[in-house]
């Protein structure tokens, strides 16, 4: 039972607003932050990659519906091999960031078919005709994790990035 606890608020407001947002929320009695400055506000026009669910689900209540910070761009690394979700993400924010094409997409897999086709064990590839496909949710994250590194080269002089990590 959380009727009445506030966890989910705190951990999507005070990731969002930092720690003006944590002072504004303690109580008079409280003790005080150690660091009042830290964490800083995220800056803004930030681009946050949310990884966990909680990461995702309750930083997107708080900027679409509670509108805690409209300005933050919110996409999950962990889908990024999904050509569905960066269509969706390139209609949302597409004006605003570089959002991987389906050709860009196609590219980082192929990057990555090569790069494990080369080494000894290409286990994680499994070839059916003229398609191969990869095996295992580490190995699409190695390909989560090149379109990311994309994402935040083609906007990184533009925007400042933040990561929530779940899987490294």
């Known amino acids: 039972e959380q009727n009445g606890h506030t966890f989910g608020w705190q951990f999507g407001y005070y990731a969002l607003a930092g720690a003006p947002g944590i002072i504004e929320e303690i109580p008079d009695d409280a003790e005080p932050l150690p660091n009042p400055e830290y964490p800083p506000a995220m800056h803004p026009n930030a681009v946050f990659y949310g990884g966990t669910d909680p990461g995702r689900f309750v ?40 959002i991987p094409s389906r050709k860009d997409t196609t590219r980082a897999f192929a990057e990555y078919i090569q790069a494990v086709a080369r080494q000894k064990d290409s286990g994680t590839l499994i070839y059916s005709g003229k398609r191969v496909s990869i095996h295992g949710a580490a190995e699409v994250m190695k390909v989560n994790a090149i379109l990311a590194e994309r994402i935040f080269e083609r906007n990184r002089f533009r925007h400042t990035f933040y990561l929530e990590e779940s899987f490294p």
């Open 59 to 98: 930083p997107t209540y708080m900027i679409y519906s509670a509108h805690v910070r409209p300005d933050v761009f919110l996409i999950t690394q962990n889908a990024f091999a999904d050509p569905t979700y960066l269509s969706g993400t390139r209609d949302l924010y597409g004006g605003d960031l570089w």
